[in-house]
Nanobody, 131 residues
Framework: EVQLEESGGGLVQAGGSLRLSCAAS????????IGWFRQAPGKEREGVSC????????YYADSVKGRFTISTDNAKNTVYLQMNGLKPENTAVYYC????????????????????????WGQGTQVNVSS
């Protein structure tokens, strides 16, 4: 069974940085994409950054491009989200999630691995950015 555990959230002032970590276990060849999503109070959950292992496609939401970086350490089975230049509007619960490979071998959307059903989710880590 796939398990995901996030860490690294906290309180930071605007302009500061945080690095989120997602420790993954139970992965098999069935898992293809992994990513970070967030949900702010009163808002829908949105994809922040995702990466597809089969072809290396990486996606960033427009609002975080140039400030956030997703990376993976396969030896440690860990995915990171480096967040720089944080803004108060980045305040949210951040979730790590993993997506299974489609049985037909196709991608849900070639340009954005955040698209499509994500079957596995972590418990989330709170990020608070003060102004």
């Amino acid at each position: 069974e796939v398990q995901l555990e996030e860490s690294g959230g906290g309180l930071v002032q605007a302009g500061g940085s945080l690095r989120l970590s997602c420790a993954a276990s139970g992965f098999t060849s069935d898992e293809d994409a992994i990513g970070w999503f967030r949900q702010a109070p009163g808002k829908e959950r949105e994809g922040v950054s995702c990466i597809r292992s089969s072809d290396g496609t990486t996606y960033y939401a427009d609002s975080v491009k140039g400030r956030f970086t997703i990376s993976t350490d396969n030896a440690k089975n860990t995915v990171y989200l480096q967040m720089n230049g944080l803004k108060p509007e980045n305040t949210a619960v951040y979730y790590c999630a993993a997506q299974q490979r489609r049985s037909d071998g196709k991608n849900w959307y070639s340009l954005n691995p955040c698209v499509g059903p994500y079957e596995y989710w972590g418990q989330g880590t709170q990020v608070n950015v003060s102004s």
